[in-house]
């Protein structure tokens, strides 16, 4: 199981909203989340 880069929640990986940045995947619960980290990732990538 991931953690939600922007709410810090628990999150399955085969979630419909994922992001991959240098790299790594990264898993959200929402379209909203996917769109706020796909807007600035390297603010969120940093934590």
Known sequence: ???CIICNLKVEED???NSVYKGKT???HTKEEKEEFDRNPQKYASK
């Open 1 to 3: 199981m991931a953690r």
């Open 15 to 17: 979630s419909r909203y």
């Open 26 to 28: 990264y898993y959200f």
